[in-house]
């Protein structure tokens, strides 16, 4: 099983840029779908980004689509978001999560077997 750990997130200001980074440990990427999802208190976890297994294409959520880039590193152990043009309403814990091989249902957070810890994004406006 592979475990995921998160990092990049910090305090930016708004129309700032962060890059966050979710590796995979006790085995790779290769396989697997990556998205990346984010959580504020009293809401629900909300999809952002995935990275899908086999073809490697790349959705985004609305809110996000134009701003953020997913991509995946060639050795397959490190997943990355890059953030720009960061809003307040983009404030968030940020987590990756992976499932083997491949769904349609990329944006239902039950659907990924592996989480990681979270990294906290902040905006200030």
């Known amino acids: 099983q592979i475990q995921l750990s998160e990092s990049g997130g910090g305090l930016v200001q708004a129309g700032g840029s962060l890059r966050l980074s979710c590796a995979a440990s006790?085995?790779?990427?290769?396989?697997?779908?990556v998205a990346w999802f984010r959580h504020t208190p009293g809401k629900e976890r909300e999809f952002v980004s995935v990275?899908?297994?086999?073809?490697?294409?790349?959705i985004y959520a609305d809110s996000v689509k134009g701003r953020f880039t997913i991509s995946r590193d060639s050795a397959e152990n490190t997943v990355y978001l890059q953030m720009n043009n960061l809003k307040p309403e983009d404030t968030a814990a940020y987590y990756c999560?992976?499932?083997?091989?491949?769904?349609?249902?990329?944006?239902?957070?039950?659907?990924?077997?592996?989480w990681g810890q979270g990294t906290q994004v902040t905006v200030s406006s």
């Open positions: 006790g085995g790779t990427f290769g396989g697997h779908t």
């Open positions: 990275h899908r297994w086999p073809a490697g294409s790349t």
């Open positions: 999560a992976a499932l083997k091989f491949g769904t349609t249902a990329y944006d239902t957070p039950g659907r990924y077997n592996y």
